[in-house]
């Protein structure tokens, strides 16, 4: 028998599948394909991956281009909040005797969008799964292209909520379907990197708002903000060229029974003529976990997502996208604040800001270096405890009276923060949340995990304007102790729920869930899906 030291190699059917198992004798040679297109898997490099995926990665990152948008507009709103002609023209006059707007109005704004969103994303988990993620995609950007009319010529504040509300319908499903998409297109070995773009994407969205701000910090025409909020014309269009002109995800087909479809899909998503590779095994591979997911009863409704192993999915991926909430990464768009309290002029300030998302940039650029060595699950717990060690070191700073080098440090440590969560749980989260989930529930599941983000965001967008604005609670850098402890939560959780899933396919981790396997006993758990590890079961009889 085999050592009691591997968690999932007992020789019985509970804890292994041989190829073949819960399928009919008609299906073995499906079994048998789908077996071997996860060994080949299993010894693909990313550089191999690279060169018989090229089409599947350049899908993705057009596809993923659509987040740039939601990135864009979260900065947008923030960072006016702190720019003088939208202030004039929507604000009021504070008891500092500067333009601005009341707390309750700024959370409306931020709010509105997340409220937005959360209907956006209830609305994509049924409709993407049943017209496909292509054809929602285009419908959303199409109906972005209106919504940025309301925001463009609203008149007042309150017109300009209904428009960030209505925005935030298809931000929401952006949020999904492109983090779906990029997780069902691809081999295990880019996995990682192409899901952890969409972050660097939402980076991108803020360093391009705070670069338009920033050259129009200087007018006070209403140009200065109807401009910014014009720009985002741009890139509707050309994402909706190439959605239109993009293959399906072959995980979708196949969930409805379209098989031919999926191999021709996958044929436009690789180089199907290298060597060694066949489109059809590939497929196999898909329909086999497919099949594997139904026969332990998975279904495909929301339901379905607290029924049996699958709640232990549903609660890690939704802890994980909720982690990104409660560590208090809202404070990041605030630091153009504190440096105009610091004493900067405000295009100054906005240089800081473009500093701020530049440094986001870099993260997530290297934490596709980071994950290659360290993994999912280190990345993740690592930076919530920076991240805590940060946000302690922001509340103590400001236990000392308030002056222009108190708001300098403050500034410069969330710069600090921003680098360690783009490096660690901004875009890691995105991978985790994409991978965790059966693929017959992934939608769903990230559309649930997403919003309990939302929801919590609701929270986040309406206390930190209290916390930080100098008519409500004016906590200012004291705020770090009320997000460091939150994110001491966050750590435990991690540390003792959340399991590594590099270099699993979606397959395996379906065997390792249904096994219920620890959280830390993962990495070495054994499947009997890849041939090494069935000649090892069988040589340990």
């Known amino acids: 028998m085999a050592s009691e030291k591997q968690p999932t190699v007992e020789h019985d059917e509970k804890n292994t599948i041989p190829p073949g198992y819960g399928l009919s004798d008609s299906d073995l040679q499906t079994s048998t394909e789908a077996h071997a297109a996860i060994e ?39 960072s006016f909040f702190a720019f003088p002609a939208f202030n004039q023209k929507y604000g009021g006059l504070m008891s500092d005797g500067n333009y601005g707007l009341a707390a309750s109005w700024q959370a409306g704004l931020t709010n509105a969008m997340s409220c937005g969103q959360i209907i956006g994303l209830f609305i994509n988990g049924i409709i993407s799964e049943r017209y496909g993620y292509r054809r929602t995609l285009m419908a959303c950007l199409a109906s972005t292209v209106g919504f940025i009319f309301i925001l463009f010529f609203a008149p007042n504040v309150q017109c300009l909520v209904a428009g960030e509300l209505l925005m935030g319908i298809p931000l929401g499903v952006y949020q999904t379907l492109t983090v779906t998409y990029a997780s069902e297109v691809c081999p295990v070995a880019l996995r990682a990197y192409l899901t952890t773009y969409v972050n660097l994407c939402w980076v991108f969205g803020q360093l391009i708002a705070s670069g338009v701000l920033k050259g129009l ?10 401009i910014p909020f014009g720009i985002q014309w741009v890139w509707p269009i050309p994402i909706f060229i190439g959605v239109y002109l993009a293959p399906e995800s072959p995980w979708w087909l196949v969930r409805q029974d379209r098989r031919e479809d999926a191999i021709r899909a996958v044929k436009r998503l690789t180089r199907s003529e290298t060597p060694g590779f066949s489109a059809e095994e590939t497929v196999s591979m898909i329909v086999y976990t497919n099949a594997l997911e139904q026969r332990a009863e998975t279904g495909t409704s929301y339901l379905d997502c607290f029924k049996g192993v699958d709640l232990r999915r549903t609660e890690i991926a939704c802890c994980v996208w909720a982690a990104q909430s409660l560590c208090g990464a809202g404070l990041m768009g605030y630091s153009t604040v504190f440096y105009q309290r610091a004493g900067l002029a405000v295009s100054q300030s906005f240089t800081m800001s473009l500093v701020q998302y530049a440094i986001g940039v870099v993260g997530t650029i290297g934490s596709w270096v980071l994950m290659t060595y360290f993994g999912r699950r280190t990345l993740y717990v690592g930076g919530l405890a920076l991240l805590t060690l940060v946000l302690l070191v922001i509340g103590f700073v400001s236990i000392a009276p308030s002056t222009p080098a108190i708001s300098w440090a403050t500034g410069s440590m969330l710069l600090v923060y921003t680098f360690i969560y783009d490096s660690t749980v901004g875009p890691v989260c995105f991978s985790l949340v994409s991978e965790i989930p059966s693929s017959r529930l992934r939608t769903k599941s990230v559309v649930l995990a997403r919003n309990v983000y939302n929801v919590l965001n609701l929270v986040t967008g309406i206390i930190i304007p209290y916390m930080l604005n100098v008519d409500a609670w004016n906590w200012r850098g004291k705020s770090g102790f009320f997000w460091g402890a939150l994110c001491i939560l966050c750590l435990t959780w991690s540390f003792f729920r959340l399991p590594e899933p590099k270099g699993r396919s979606y397959a395996e981790l379906d065997v390792l869930f249904e096994n219920k396997v620890r959280t830390r006993e993962f990495p070495q758990a054994k499947t009997g899906l890849v041939q090494s590890e069935l000649e090892e079961k069988i040589s340990n009889v």
């Open 40 to 78: 080949k898997e299993h010894h693909m490099t990313a550089f191999q991956a690279l060169k018989l995926y090229p089409k599947a990665v350049a899908w993705s990152l057009l596809l993923s281009c659509a987040i740039i948008m939601e990135g864009y507009d979260v900065v947008l709103i923030g």
């Open 217 to 226: 910090s200087g007018r006070m025409d209403e140009w200065a903000y109807r």
